[in-house]
């Protein structure tokens, strides 16, 4: 009979390459694992823990429960990054006469022609191989059920799990969205813009297990609120991704109509983007990022040129990460529909970026002209004044 027992098993991929450092990110899961259930499903288990190459989330809601909050469980653990899979387990015993009756009890109620059976035995010292598992309890079902057995594609797939001086079986194992668990490669401030591939940057960013807060520059009031909104929602559906972010709202008007007056025309959207890699980069300096993620990708727009990407980067000594710089636009937008952002991105709004915008802009700056039309400008004092006039919201 099985046991009533529940447990989530939640394996890795990437993780179990990193040799002595392993146990650093298995903590980090973890932590972030039991965060995220916390939040949404407070009390439905008794503990979280690493083993063998494992990490075991211990169900304390009844079987009910569990059916009805599987939805949420799905949510919370295919958003979880450092996740390859995971499967909704039984507690067996290791003892083969048991296992075998937990197997035929788990999958008997299941409609099916064909099966298999596929043990895995991280514990050595168990005295059948997993080959010599899988035929023994094998032959057992097609004894009870009289179906077949298909090694390639079978109906049913019964799972079994010998680690630890324990046993478990499960019947699927479930996709999670690979990378790196989110804080354990230290935290980055991402240019959020509202529009369609700076989530996607962002979403490339928490993957690699870095921790993200964002910067968003808008115009107003000489603009509608509609950009801050998109940003506000699009910050919450990245939400899904990692526990919690800020975002650092900059006033950016101001700051425009002083390069407008005192730079040349065809260099203003260049000069908008240093002076807001500067902000963004004292910004990092107070609150100890490490580093700038943007949405770009070569040659998307007049601004993304090789040149003017140079021109731009020039201003900061910070490194800029750019997650997209190879993608065509279709690639960018498939994944932003895959992560939800799309729909928000293509709302309309008014871009900062977007007044004032000459009728011919450069496209291949020269830095040395960038720079001495920069000399109009008191570059210290308008970083100083936007910094101050900053709010941080919740993302």
Known sequence: ???????????????????????????????????????????????????????????????????????????????TFGIANFSFAIESKQDIKILKKDCW??????????????????????PMTSEEINKEVGAYVVEKSKKKVNLTKPDVNCFIEIVDRRAFIYLEKIKGPGGMPVGSNGKALILLSGGIDSPVAAYYALKRGVKADFIHFHSMPYTTPASVEKVKNLAKILGK?????????????????????????????????????????????????????????????????????????????????????????ED?????????????????????????VPKHPEIKADLKEVQIAEKKLDIEKMIEKAVEKIKIEKG
Do not use: W
Not at 307 to 314: L, V, W, Y
């Open 105 to 126: 009890d788990l999958i008997r109620n299941k409609k099916f022609k064909t099966f298999r059976i596929t043990a895995q035995r991280s514990q050595k010292d168990f």
């Open 332 to 356: 960018i937008i498939k994944k932003a529909k895959q992560i939800g952002t799309y729909e928000i991105s293509i709302l309309p709004h008014e871009d900062c970026c977007a007044r004032f």
């Open 1 to 79: 009979m099985l046991h009533n027992t529940s447990y989530i098993i939640c394996h890795y991929a990437e993780i179990g390459i990193k040799g002595g450092n392993r146990n650093y990110f298995e903590r980090i899961l973890a932590k972030n694992i039991k965060e995220k259930l916390d939040k949404e499903l407070p009390d439905s288990f008794e503990h979280i823990k690493r083993i063998s190459g494992r990490i075991l989330v211990k169900l304390s809601s009844s079987e009910k429960q569990i059916k009805n909050s599987l939805n949420t469980y799905y949510l919370i653990l295919t958003t």
């Open 241 to 329: 991704f990692q526990i919690q972010s800020k975002i650092f709202l900059v006033p950016f008007a101001d700051i425009q109509k002083e390069i407008v007056l005192k730079t040349p025309e065809k260099l203003r959207i260049i000069i908008y983007r240093r002076l807001m890699l500067r902000i963004a980069e004292k910004l990092a300096q107070d609150n100890k990022y490490l580093a700038l993620y943007t949405g770009e990708s070569v040659g998307q727009v007049a601004s993304q040129t090789l040149e003017n990407i140079n021109a731009t980067e020039d201003a900061i000594n910070l490194p800029i990460l750019r997650p997209l710089i190879g993608f065509d636009k």
